[in-house]
């Protein structure tokens, strides 16, 4: 698995090209981009733009951190 975090959008075609590696990339199975929700558009558009929702996972920063910092504080592992 790989572990994307993306904090600032790229333009449509970098992003698609980006996605597109990660897709046809054999050494990888999941890929798993945390973004901030603007940001998350943006990736999760490139990623139904070529059709790689299935290896190509996107995600709340926002919920990674707070689950975070829950695991943190001993409250949740």
Do not use: F, N, Q
């Amino acid at each position: 698995m790989a572990v994307e975090v993306e904090l600032s959008v790229k333009g449509a075609r970098r992003l698609e090209a980006i996605c597109r590696a990660w897709a046809r990339c054999r050494l990888v199975e999941e890929v798993r981009y945390y973004a901030p929700p603007a940001v998350a558009r943006a990736v999760s558009r490139a990623v139904s733009s070529i059709h790689a929702e299935e290896a190509i996972w996107v995600l709340s920063l926002d919920g990674a951190l707070s689950e975070a910092e829950v695991t943190a504080d001993g409250l949740a592992a």
